[in-house]
């Protein structure tokens, strides 16, 4: 099979990694994977070089990258060749480009809810799979670094958010009858943290908001799941703060003055993606933050490629996924944080228990190649 995939601008290259890496598990497996610069000047010729190649079976990229928006004229709707769209987080973050009507497409979510209420509730015209992320797993003969030479007690990757208590406050801005919605759907998500949000919304905000019509959902949606990034983000770095702490990314400094403890974390700063990898390998263990229906995040799988422990927020997904001891998943009120880390750090034993079975489940379903293979079979029933 041939594909040609594309590449946009991502946030430290995070992005272009994973482009990369699903490009080599196609070419592992005998396809031709091409990739094109979307944001280059050449785009176009590029493009049209590529397509005289020779036969083209699907054009790919991750969240919205390479999408031809237009309904008159659109791209693939003349040249009739499958546009596979990979999206990292909830679709409804998405809407305008779930709803171009582009004939033959598959859509994948790595949000196990988006199935419900796109394709149950409003009977999405084309495939919409869930598709987890994934990892690149170590060479064959080669090992994780061993677990007594991982100087990194905890290690966290990511941009510091916004403070969510002012995020929070900033609803006010829209006025008391937007400002009340919001909190009533937020107190009905904390009562029911694995309930779909979109449902939540419908419901708190009807009329206003409902469940046929993904634009009505869409700002309150958007404004929550900022909040709720920010606040799982923040939970889970102010009860680590006090222990052998590594974080990576800008904005940490503004969270260090939050805590109420002393604080032993080392804030390094911005990186880009392959220094992080590098700084995974020296992980004990990877913390992740996530959001109960965001399903996965490559963090986790990252962790396990390399011979790292998991600890991550809860998410509906993995609760019904990840076998028992292959991960550290907190509560959803992220209440038993600080716990997990210090059993994992003070019991070696258990902690790399956990981190050999966390990589053999990986290396089982969720390194590239498998997605690469999971793909074009997708790709091949369009």
Not at 282 to 303: D, K
Not at 320 to 329: E, I, N, S, Y
Request: hydrophobic residues 45%; neutral net charge; charged residues 15%.
């Amino acid at each position: 099979m041939r594909f040609i995939l594309f590449r946009g601008s991502s946030l430290y290259g995070s992005i272009d990694r994973m482009l990369d890496s699903l490009a080599a598990a196609f070419v592992a497996r005998g396809d031709a994977a091409p990739i094109i610069d979307a944001t280059g000047p050449t785009y176009i010729h590029a493009l049209q070089q590529a397509i005289t190649d020779g036969p083209v079976d699907a054009f790919l990229g991750f969240s919205g990258i390479g999408i031809d928006q237009r309904v008159e004229g659109n791209l693939y709707n003349a040249l009739e060749k499958p546009l596979v769209s990979i999206y990292l987080d909830p679709l409804l973050l998405y809407w305008n480009q779930v709803a171009t009507p582009i004939r033959r497409r598959l859509i994948t979510t790595t949000a196990p809810g988006d199935l419900d209420y796109w394709r149950g509730k409003l009977s999405l015209p084309v495939p919409l799979r869930h598709l987890p992320h994934a990892a690149v797993a170590l060479l064959p003969g080669t090992a994780p670094v061993p677990w007594d030479r991982r100087e990194i007690g905890l290690l966290h990757a990511g941009t510091a958010p916004a403070d969510p208590a002012v995020l929070r406050a900033g609803w006010a801005q829209h006025g008391p009858q937007v400002e009340g919605r919001l909190n009533g759907m937020l107190d009905a998500h904390d009562a029911d943290p694995f309930a779909p949000l979109p449902d939540i919304i419908a419901r708190v905000g009807h009329p206003v908001a409902s469940l046929g019509a993904p634009q009505s959902l869409y700002p309150y949606f958007q404004t929550l799941d900022q909040y709720l990034r920010a606040r799982v983000r923040w939970r889970m770095i102010l009860d680590l703060l006090g222990h052998d702490l590594t974080l990576v990314g800008p904005g940490w400094e503004a969270v260090a003055a939050a805590a109420s403890g002393p604080v032993r974390a080392k804030l390094l700063g911005p990186r880009a993606a392959a220094e992080v990898a590098q700084l995974t390998t020296r992980a004990r263990i990877v913390v992740n933050s996530c959001t109960p229906y965001h399903g996965s995040h490559e963090r986790l799988f990252q962790a396990m490629a390399a011979g790292a422990v998991a600890l991550t927020s809860a998410t509906a997904w993995l609760g019904l996924t990840a076998p028992d001891g292959v991960l550290a998943q907190a509560r959803p009120d992220l209440s038993d944080v600080g716990a997990l880390a210090d059993r994992l750090l003070g019991d070696s034993t258990q902690a790399q228990a956990m981190a050999e079975a966390g990589r053999a489940w990986f290396e089982t379903a969720h390194t590239w190649a498998h997605r690469a293979a999971t793909i074009g079979q997708m790709v091949r029933q369009l």
